[in-house]
C-alpha cells in the first residue's frame, strides 16, 4: 500500500506573482505586515532558494509555518537544517528544528492564524484560531512547523 501524498497547495500564477512582489519588497527593506524572504538552500540544486514567509513569534520563540503544506521550501528546510531571513539589508542566518508534537504545533498554530488568517486561512480547509484544540491538531500534520534559531 502506498503512503498518502502530503498535503500541499500549489501556487497559482497569480499567487507566484504576488510572491515574487512580497519576496522583493522584502529584500528592499519593505516588510509587508512582518513579512521576509526566506533563503533555504535547495536540496538538490544546491542553489539558494528564495521565498517570501511570514515569521511568527510565538511565547517569545520565533516560528515558520506552511500554510500551504509540504513545499518545496519545506523539504530543503528539513535537508538544509536552516536558512536566512533577510529584511532590506538585515540578514539573519538561523537553524530549525521541526516541532512534530501535534499539541504544541496546534498552539502554534492557532496563535499564527490569529495574526495570519485573513492571508493563509483558506489553506487550513476550513480551520481557524477559534478551532477548537481537536482540530487544530488534526490539521498539525498538513501544516510544517519550524521553530528557528537565529545563529547571527
Known amino acids: 500500500m502506498n503512503a498518502p501524498t502530503p498535503y500541499y497547495v500549489q501556487a497559482g500564477p ?3 506573482r504576488f510572491n ?4 522583493k519588497l522584502a529584500r528592499f527593506g519593505i516588510s509587508v505586515a ?3 524572504e526566506l533563503s533555504v538552500r535547495g536540496r538538490t540544486s ?6 517570501p ?3 511568527h513569534t510565538y511565547e517569545g520563540a520565533q516560528y515558520l509555518v506552511s500554510a500551504r503544506g509540504h513545499s518545496q521550501w519545506v523539504r530543503n528546510m528539513r535537508a538544509a537544517g536552516g536558512g536566512e ?7 539573519r542566518s538561523f537553524t530549525v528544528t521541526e516541532v512534530t508534537d501535534p499539541v504544541q504545533q496546534g498552539a502554534v498554530l492557532r496563535a499564527y492564524l490569529e495574526k495570519w488568517g485573513w492571508e493563509v486561512g483558506r489553506f487550513f480547509q476550513g480551520v481557524t484560531a477559534t478551532s477548537t484544540d481537536a482540530e487544530l491538531q488534526a ?3 498538513d501544516h510544517p ?3 528557528i534559531t537565529m545563529t547571527r
Open 139 to 141: 490539521t498539525a500534520g
Open 53 to 55: 514567509v511570514n515569521p
Open 145 to 147: 512547523v519550524f521553530r
Open 14 to 16: 497569480l499567487a507566484t
Open 34 to 36: 512582518g513579512t521576509a
Open 46 to 51: 544546491g542553489q539558494m532558494q528564495r521565498i
Open 20 to 23: 515574487a512582489l512580497f519576496g
Open 85 to 91: 531571513l533577510r529584511v532590506g539589508r538585515t540578514v
